[in-house]
């Protein structure tokens, strides 16, 4: 019995229909199943890199401040020796506050030098038997500062100064009368330490703690002034000798801008 001419062409086509997919099936067999979970793994971890780069945030880098002018006050606490000193004091420390003010005039990615001035006053005082002894400073310099950045907000500094001080002595009291003693004399220092920047919008505020040391010459204190007791002429007391310098530490905040 003989097939119809139609039925053998879809038979035949059939056929190749299924030897086609048996071909593409091979062929998907002779690939590595090593390589097709190599190329899943890398769809599906490069969404995940590439997010983690667009995330990343950029590391800031160590600068100092912009600000042109730098001020700042503080204080200063000196360690005094000398038996001049004794009297105006209980113990051997002398306490002055600082004022500076400085124009940058150098900078570079991580450090800014400045030049600039500074003041400062001193005042202590103490009961000396039956007179009370006073002792007051104003101390005006020529500085120059420097900054290293370190970390964004973590700074080193370093200060010089040199200038001239005066120094005031009077030692007061009823029956002595009152003596005093005033000299200008040549003094510097130079401190080092670490500064803070605590603050940062328009302008900068920073915090620092430093230490070093002052130099001021030795001075014989002499306190003189004219006086009569009981018929005697006093003419001066000597109190040693005194200077007012040493090793000191202090704290100054400022600002720049």
């Known amino acids: 019995m003989k097939m ?8 035949k086509t059939m056929k190749a229909k299924v030897k086609g997919k048996v071909k593409t099936l091979d062929a998907l067999a002779v690939i590595p199943l090593s390589s097709l979970a190599f190329a899943l793994l890398s769809l599906l971890a490069a969404p995940s890199a590439q997010a983690q780069f667009i995330e990343a945030p950029a590391a800031r880098v160590a600068e100092v401040p912009k600000g042109r002018v730098l001020l700042s ?11 001049g000193y004794a009297p105006f004091s209980e113990n051997k420390a ?11 005039v150098s900078q570079g990615p991580s450090y800014a030098l400045y030049a600039g001035a500074a003041v400062g006053w001193g005042v202590t005082d103490a009961q000396a038997r039956s007179a009370t002894a006073h002792l007051d ?3 005006a310099q020529l500085s120059g500062q420097g900054l290293y950045a370190f970390r964004p907000f973590l700074f080193g500094v370093g200060k010089i100064g040199v200038g001239a001080l005066s120094r005031t002595a009077t030692l007061t009291g009823e029956s002595a009368g ?20 605590i603050a940062s919008n328009s302008v900068d505020f920073w915090f620092a703690l430093e230490g070093g040391y002052r130099y001021m010459p030795s001075h014989r ?3 003189s002034r004219a006086a009569e007791r009981d ?12 200077a007012l310098g040493g090793p000191s530490v202090g704290a100054r905040v400022g600002i720049f801008f």
């Open 4 to 11: 119809p001419m139609n039925m053998k062409t879809r038979g």
């Open 73 to 83: 006050a503080g204080g200063r606490s000196t360690r005094v020796s000398g038996a």
């Open 94 to 104: 002398f306490f002055e506050s600082d004022f500076n003010g400085f124009w940058r």
């Open 137 to 139: 400073t104003f101390r």
């Open 178 to 197: 009152d003596f005093s003693q005033k000299v200008w004399a040549p003094a510097a220092d130079a401190t080092v330490g670490l500064a803070a920047r």
């Open 221 to 223: 204190l002499v306190l």
């Open 231 to 242: 018929g005697q002429t006093l003419d001066a007391i000597d109190l040693g000798s005194l």
